[in-house]
């Protein structure tokens, strides 16, 4: 997934979530609902970012789970280049060049597939029958 695309990406439960007395409460494979906030890289080499957060999961009584963790990239910035190409030639004076430099733009941040959100809590406490 990039900062540039927008497509929905998904994400499931990776194990178990197990009582303190060895219940299973979330099953492996439960989908999780996801918020994605992305910013398309921009002008004078400002890069994208993306953070998919998690909102909530569903226990295996049915009930939804709300869930607090993300995680996020961000893309390479090109505004050392961008500004020293409008300082080395001339800012704007050159024919045929213009403002160019301000149309270069800095890299979309990535985040790979099967990324895993290392660090997930549960927002409430939850009884589960």
Same mark, same amino acid.
């Given at each position: 997934m990039t900062s540039k695309n927008e497509g929905s990406p998904s994400a499931i439960v990776e194990n178990d979530v197990k009582s303190k007395d060895?219940? #299973?409460l979330i099953k492996r494979g439960t989908p999780v609902r996801l918020q994605i906030d992305r910013q398309k890289a921009r002008g004078v080499g400002k890069p994208g970012s993306v953070t998919v957060k998690c909102v909530s999961t569903n226990a295996v009584d049915g009930q939804s789970i709300l869930l607090e963790g @993300? $995680? @996020?990239g961000e893309g390479n910035d090109k505004k050392g280049l961008s @500004?020293?190409?409008g300082v080395g030639l001339g800012l704007t004076f050159l024919p045929? $060049?213009?403002f160019a430099f301000l149309a270069i733009k800095g890299e979309q941040? $990535?985040? &790979?597939n099967n990324t895993i959100i290392p660090t $997930?809590? #549960?927002m409430n406490d939850y @009884? #589960? &029958?």
């Open positions: 060895g219940r #299973v @993300s $995680v @996020s @500004s020293g190409l045929g $060049v213009g941040a $990535v985040i &790979e $997930v809590f #549960v @009884s #589960v &029958e």
